[in-house]
């Protein structure tokens, strides 16, 4: 069960976030709007957030998930790849030891964007990314293993992140698309595949027994509540056009 979520506001720069949709240009009043209903629905679940102050000075900073991993026995500040998104870790080594008395921290050469790892039980999946490294991926499964913690990697081909195109539901519900509809390590779960149509809806997220879903992708919405889940719906259109999901939004645990 997660108890506690922290998400960071959206700043005006969020319109110069990096893309390679040809969505457009998130409207940034509509982003805020998006965002204090995404707030809304983890208070609904019971989670307590923090929010955190805007970061004009990265765009991109409102995906807070890429830069900390939060597992329940330590948080693992990263490397996010990209010079235009390094920043963002500062500060967040004094957020998170208002939580956790143990704080790990990816190190140059590696490059790791938690939106690269999946959190499945006590196995971690690393994506190998255009934004993790194999560097990244090692120094991961270095230090989970000191907390009892396993790691496996799992090589990209298109994604941007793992989690752009899996989201492990738990009680062994996994849902895919894309290229990781193949992919091996994942034969074992009861996957639910995601129609390349709908393949945004393949990042949704599980809280506390419900499952967020972007709104929109209605043969997803009715997959996910076969498997007996009930599901949340959230507009998160001005985030999709800076390549973002719902788990980006948050660090849950
Ligand atoms: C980026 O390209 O870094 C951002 N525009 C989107 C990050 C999305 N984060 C995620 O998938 N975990």
Redesign the pocket.
């Known amino acids: 069960m997660f108890r506690y979520a922290i998400v960071r506001s959206p700043g005006p720069s969020i319109i110069d ?3 390679s949709s040809s969505l457009g240009k998130p409207v940034y009043t509509l982003a805020l709007e998006q965002h204090t209903k995404y707030v809304e629905a983890l208070e609904n679940l019971r989670l307590e957030v923090q929010i955190l102050p805007e970061k004009e000075l990265f765009p ?1 900073s409102a ?1 807070l ?2 830069v900390a991993l939060c597992t329940p026995s330590c948080a693992i500040i990263t490397q996010p790849a ?1 010079f235009s ?1 390094r920043g963002e870790i500062e500060g967040m080594k004094e957020v998170l030891a208002e939580y956790y008395s143990t704080i790990e921290e990816i190190l140059p050469p590696a490059t790791l ?3 690269d790892v999946m959190m499945a039980g006590n196995h971690f999946f690393i994506g190998i990314s255009n934004r993790t490294n194999t560097e990244g991926a090692d120094q991961l499964i270095k230090i989970l293993s000191k907390y009892k913690l396993t790691g496996s990697k799992i090589p990209l081909e298109k994604m ?2 793992l ?2 195109g899996v989201s492990y539901l738990e009680n062994n519900n996994m849902l895919v698309s894309g290229e990781f509809i193949k992919t091996k390590e994942f034969e074992s779960y009861n996957r639910i595949i995601i129609a390349d149509e709908e393949c945004y809806a393949a ?1 949704s997220v599980w809280i506390n027994g419900k499952v967020l879903i972007p709104e929109g992708f209605p043969d997803t919405r009715k997959k996910i509540e076969k498997a007996g889940y009930e599901t949340i719906l959230l507009n998160v259109s001005e985030f999709r056009k ?4 719902l ?2 939004l948050s660090l849950r645990f």
């Open positions: 976030g990096i893309t991109d995906f998930e890429d990209l998104r964007e938690a939106g941007l992140h989690k752009s990042n800076i390549d973002g999901g788990s980006c």
